[in-house]
């Protein structure tokens, strides 16, 4: 689903929008009422007419009335088509309709947080899949909200993955990555898809207690994987022990960062974790091309 963004564009956009329909109900100071101030305008004009000089100065008047109600109108118009291109700008992260073999993608699985509070809060949804756009990975992103189930929302993920497979896109080019809870989802997209070639980056998403019924059965893992957490974390930890249980087809690297943010060190796109994913993710653009 696409999401609102609520940013500088929103407000800009509102507040010329707000002004143009201002200038649309006050037109040149006169306040429009509809018919009855239409036949009010022609009544007086009548009345003019007995007046010689007195009617030249008001026809005016009202032609220019007329003149700032159709620039207004146009104002609004382009106002509006501004703000939808800027909309179609900042939402762009569905699974395209059009499938480019060429490009990597990137799937984006944000936390618990998001789900509950929303993309605006002290996580910062919107600037960390922006964040992977504007290093050139398509990303494929959504924001989740209700009684979201790890196992059965991975069976979206995993029929969208199968899409691009089924297009011709290499495993290679495909990443799926996601912290704390989208990270358990991601454990879970690994073992439904079996693919050894499929990259994973799991963002803080093992270990977690209160997760440990949603995690799926660790032996069916297959995939290339990145485990990246903070030393300071309380909540999640290494998935050290999540990889060894995997039989076949995996490989591995875990990076633990020295951060005192604990669990919210991926609440927003900072460089001390960015930069070793996206080295990971450039290796595996240069192995897969």
């Given at each position: 689903?696409?999401?609102?963004?609520?940013?500088?564009?929103?407000?800009?956009?509102?507040?010329?929008?707000?002004?143009?329909?201002?200038?649309?109900?006050?037109?040149?100071?006169?306040?429009?009422?509809?018919?009855?101030?239409?036949?009010?305008?022609?009544?007086?004009?009548?009345?003019?007419?007995?007046?010689?000089?007195?009617?030249?100065?008001?026809?005016?008047?009202?032609?220019?009335?007329?003149?700032?109600?159709?620039?207004?109108?146009?104002?609004?118009?382009?106002?509006?088509?501004?703000?939808?291109?800027?909309?179609?700008?900042?939402?762009?992260?569905?699974?395209?309709?059009?499938?480019?073999?060429?490009?990597?993608?990137?799937?984006?699985?944000?936390?618990?947080?998001?789900?509950?509070?929303?993309?605006?809060?002290?996580?910062?949804?919107?600037?960390?899949?922006?964040?992977f756009a504007d290093k050139g990975f398509r990303v494929i992103s959504e924001v989740r909200s209700g009684k979201i189930v790890p196992s059965e929302y991975a069976?979206?993920?995993?029929?969208?993955?199968?899409r691009l497979l089924g297009a011709g896109v290499s495993p290679e080019r495909i990443t799926i990555a996601g912290h704390s809870k989208g990270g358990v989802i991601?454990?879970?997209?690994?073992?439904?898809?079996?693919?050894?070639?499929?990259?994973?980056?799991?963002?803080?998403?093992?270990?977690?207690?209160?997760?440990?019924?949603?995690?799926?059965?660790?032996?069916?893992?297959?995939?290339?994987?990145?485990?990246?957490?903070?030393?300071?974390?309380?909540?999640?930890?290494?998935?050290?022990?999540?990889?060894?249980?995997?039989?076949?087809?995996?490989?591995?690297?875990?990076?633990?960062?020295?951060?005192?943010?604990?669990?919210?060190?991926?609440?927003?796109?900072?460089?001390?974790?960015?930069?070793?994913?996206?080295?990971?993710?450039?290796?595996?653009?240069?192995?897969?091309?």
């Amino acid at each position: 689903m696409s999401e609102v963004v609520i940013n500088r564009y929103t407000i800009g956009f509102v507040v010329c929008l707000a002004e143009s329909f201002v200038k649309l109900y006050y037109i040149g100071g006169y306040k429009l009422r509809g018919k009855r101030a239409n036949r009010k305008i022609m009544y007086t004009s009548f009345r003019d007419a007995s007046m010689g000089e007195e009617m030249k100065m008001k026809r005016p008047i009202r032609v220019n009335n007329i003149n700032t109600f159709l620039k207004s109108m146009i104002l609004g118009f382009l106002v509006l088509s501004f703000a939808s291109n800027l909309y179609a700008e900042q939402v762009s992260y569905e699974m395209p309709s059009t499938i480019d073999r060429s490009v990597h993608y990137l799937f984006f699985l944000h936390n618990y947080y998001v789900e509950k509070h929303g993309p605006n809060g002290d996580c910062k949804y919107h600037d960390i899949v922006k964040s992977f756009a504007d290093k050139g990975f398509r990303v494929i992103s959504e924001v989740r909200s209700g009684k979201i189930v790890p196992s059965e929302y991975a069976k979206k993920i995993v029929r969208q993955v199968k899409r691009l497979l089924g297009a011709g896109v290499s495993p290679e080019r495909i990443t799926i990555a996601g912290h704390s809870k989208g990270g358990v989802i991601t454990l879970c997209v690994a073992s439904q898809l079996g693919n050894p070639k499929i990259g994973y980056i799991v963002m803080a998403g093992c270990e977690i207690k209160p997760l440990a019924p949603a995690y799926p059965d660790f032996t069916q893992l297959k995939g290339d994987f990145l485990s990246i957490y903070a030393s300071s974390d309380l909540i999640a930890s290494s998935c050290h022990k999540v990889f060894s249980k995997a039989i076949i087809g995996i490989s591995n690297k875990e990076v633990t960062l020295k951060s005192d943010k604990g669990h919210k060190l991926f609440f927003q796109p900072e460089d001390i974790w960015i930069e070793p994913v996206m080295i990971w993710l450039n290796q595996r653009k240069n192995d897969g091309n």
